[in-house]
């Protein structure tokens, strides 16, 4: 087996749950509208740090289409699929994009743009400065 590379993606990205590898950015979520057999899925214009499976023929509420399952790299989990073809005219829109599985990923906002601010009281106040 050849040398593993990892993508670090830069920004708000969505990781997987499992290894906390990342998946895919903020900025390429299409839309928080789809389900699987586990609850909620988001669908991505890109993904990264992933492996695909085979392709297989699979009926889903929307009709049928050709798919692949995909991995994390890293930890091997299941994190969702990916749409290589749509048969019916209004679902082509999904060709070549990525389903995250909610609950099998984690979202992360880039820990360098946040502070943080001390709330706890201060020992001295001003007047006590003085």
């Known amino acids: 087996m050849g040398r593993l590379f990892v993508v670090e993606l830069e920004g708000r990205s969505y990781r997987c749950k499992f290894c906390k ?3 895919a950015l903020a900025d390429d979520l299409v839309s928080r509208g789809f389900h699987c057999r586990r609850g909620k899925a988001y669908l991505f214009n890109n993904a990264v ?5 085979a392709l297989e023929e699979r009926m889903m509420l929307s ?5 692949a399952d995909i991995f994390c790299c890293c930890c091997g989990q299941i994190v969702g699929w990916k749409y290589e073809a749509a048969h019916e005219r209004s679902q ?3 060709e070549g994009k990525f389903v995250l599985e909610r609950g099998r990923i984690v979202d992360e ?3 360098s ?3 943080y601010i001390d709330t706890r009281p201060s020992v001295l106040s001003d007047a006590e400065d003085v």
Do not use: C, Q, R, S
């Open 21 to 23: 590898t990342h998946l």
């Open 49 to 53: 740090n992933l492996i695909v499976g």
């Open 63 to 67: 009709g049928l289409h050709t798919v």
């Open 92 to 94: 082509k829109y999904k």
């Open 109 to 111: 906002i880039d820990f």
């Open 113 to 115: 743009t946040e502070f």
